[in-house]
DNA sequence: CTCCGGTGGGATAACGTTATCCGCAGTGTG
DNA sequence: CACACTGCGGATAACGTTATCCCACCGGAG
């Protein structure tokens, strides 16, 4: 029974005495079906162990591939990791399987996925598009019916070549940029912009030299977390001093290693925003090494930061929402709703902790000590609006 | 162009002036082609835009489908999304697409997704089992042709009811257990034994009383960590004590409750073996929160823990190396391979930071204060393996 | 009693691909 | 010069499913 070819709707058709239509009727839910014969053919498919083929029956015109993938730029980075996982939950109850995917932020990897994908003949797609999406990107974007852009727009080189990113405008709530010609994918992205003013606002009260440490402001995240920092100094009327943006380092060892000599320099920073996970790791290592205290905020948030020393304040952007928002998003579209595209921003909300404050006292002690509680020299912070919750 | 149903290789044909089955021939790559009627082939494509339907192509008879799916607990766990970013990684090299998913630990849903990946005819399955498959789960996996367990051995109540776990006994190696009429699959584990023997030695010279700290012993792998900390406790002539054994909590926040509790309740104990990630947090939380210093050691390591305070000690399993061996075998087994069913066991290493030592002076200090790189205090660790190394 | 409408089921044609079976042409050798 | 072999290309049959078309049958109504 288990070894040899697999049964198909003629076999179960034969064993239950009906017509392979009938068969294909029941397996498909359809009700004008009389009971006595539906139960005939149920026993076949239990005896036979029947599995309905569907990738046979995708090839159908008309018919749905139930494939939906998700490119990010790598699954194994918790943050996307988190963002997938939304988006799955979000397919899996309409239906669809996903097929994930790591582009490696390579643009030629990128494409051969996306081109494999079409072979495959998913009904929707996902993309975390690489910093340079390759030259093939363009055209192959136009074959793809339901897409959905995460986390960052793309620069579409067919429009146009007026080099106007999709939909960067002012990200303050739902909207449609209705860019004639572009690409027609939906865009659901962070605020990062709030975010990057909140974190640096929240820096500013320990001093006015707030430094911006991160990966290349090319990645669209990084320049309008970059923006919202500018911003935030620019409200306080303060002129940003450029020797303060440390950008272009990827990994959490170089951060480390570049804030360090920025610190041995002797280097005046009254705090850090980390624009993301690893700058954030990279400062607090440097500082530790260093034995120093400075005000820290950073970027998305890190299982178990409420635990590092200083708890670690950070802003952070609500993943789950991302992903789940970008499924339903292509749902609708794998659905056939043709309305315009739209940009979705999902909120950035603060979760204080107690590194962003002024170190309490610069007097160093010597040995680790067991802190008690609450510490009568922390200040309370500056209206709470997210309190440390118990994520995950 | 873009509007419209697809070109297919009949219209490739047409267009190119030759046969179908010359195309055919072109797409899948054979040699034995004029290079003037390839040049004809070729741009008849480009101009079309033509793109191989795989999933037409798969439905006949010897073909594979490419697809291989990866059934973790919940892909949003970063353990998880480590494993399943080294699966992805091997997969796509050998040409294969990962449909991810996650069971939720339900055995009703995982059944329903095998079921459905069953239909989809994926070439191959690696799953992490959850505790209790369900029914129809025995049946199921038989029609696998290549299937790997990730992570948990299962049982498998279609082995005579005997109760034996596939593939449990000494995990020490690469071995066959050959359980005959059991389920083919191979296995792939970390040593999660030998990792719960480990830490608790680490945590021994601060005294006899080690409490294990964990979820259900009903899973396999913290069924196996707690053996392998009743082991080190045996070696080392020490009676264990049952209630130093806290297993069945789940979330951090549970941990750090029931910790409290016991911590409340003036429990005499030496050292913390956090069994998994949120009981980690949970015991850290727990100790922060009242002030004080235990030794712990973790298991599985958390992006950041050299930046607790105190760092945090773990052992941790080569979750890459796990992905990678699960995919690897799962290919091999895909290409044909009959082999018996193996067991993988991958090592688990110890990472030492700090917080398994014993707290330096249980005298309190008021205020969070910055200790010099290396205290003077702490006694240079036994034996290190591996020191912090700066992963990813 | 007959006719008509409605319903359930049977034959059959796609869907886009691969593969088998040939035939034809070109070339080398006897 | 003729025959045989090789090598490439054309018609055609699956693969397992869905859907269109149509007929047979049954009940109710005229």
Redesign the pocket.
């Given at each position: 029974m288990e070894s040899g070819?697999?049964a198909?709707?003629?076999d179960v058709?034969a064993a239950a005495?009906?017509?392979?239509?009938?068969v294909?009727?029941y397996?498909?839910g359809q009700t004008?079906?009389?009971p006595e014969?539906a139960a005939r053919i149920a026993a076949a498919i239990e005896t036979l162990n029947?599995?309905?083929?569907s990738a046979?029956?995708s090839?159908?015109?008309?018919?749905r591939s139930g494939l939906v993938a998700l490119i990010t730029e790598d699954i194994a980075n918790p943050f996307y990791a988190a963002v997938t996982g939304a988006v799955e939950s979000v397919l899996r109850r309409h239906g669809y399987l996903l097929l994930a995917a790591s582009s490696e932020e390579d643009g030629g990897r990128f494409a051969d996925l996306v081109e494999r994908l079409i072979e495959r003949r998913v009904d929707g797609l996902i993309v975390v598009p690489p910093l340079d999406p390759g030259p093939r990107w363009a055209a192959l974007a136009r074959e793809i019916r339901a897409l959905v852009l995460l986390d960052r727009p793309v620069v579409t080189e067919a429009a146009a070549g007026t080099g106007t990113p999709t939909g960067t405008g002012t990200p303050t709530g739902t909207e449609a940029p209705t860019a004639p010609g572009a690409l027609r994918a939906d865009l659901v992205v962070a605020d990062d912009r709030a975010g990057g003013a909140l974190a640096t606002r929240l820096l500013l009260p320990a001093g006015p030299r707030v430094a911006f440490v991160g990966d290349t402001l090319a990645l669209p995240t990084l320049a309008a977390r970059h923006r919202g920092h500018l911003d935030a100094l620019h409200d306080a009327g303060i002129h940003a001093d450029p020797a303060l943006t440390v950008a272009g380092l990827r990994e959490s060892s170089t951060v480390a290693a570049g804030i360090g000599a920025l610190l041995d320099a002797g280097a005046a920073v009254d705090g850090f925003f980390a624009a993301n996970n690893r700058a954030a790791l990279g400062v607090l290592s440097a500082l530790a090494e260093r034995g120093l205290r400075r005000p820290v905020v950073g970027f998305d948030d890190i299982e178990g930061a409420q635990l590092f020393d200083p708890p670690l304040t950070v802003v952070r952007p609500d993943l789950a929402a991302m992903g789940r928002t970008a499924a339903e998003l292509l749902v609708e579209r794998i659905a056939g709703s043709d309305r315009d595209p739209v940009v979705h921003v999902v909120p950035v909300d603060p979760v204080l902790r107690r590194s962003h404050l002024a170190a309490p006292a610069p007097a160093r002690v010597t040995g680790p000590a067991a802190a008690p509680p609450a510490p009568a020299t922390s200040p309370p912070p500056p209206a709470p609006p997210t309190r440390e919750r118990d994520h995950q």
């Open positions: 070819k697999r198909t709707m003629v058709a005495g009906v017509a392979l239509r009938t294909s009727r397996v498909n004008n079906i009389a014969i029947f599995r309905r083929n046979a029956a090839i159908r015109p008309g018919q």
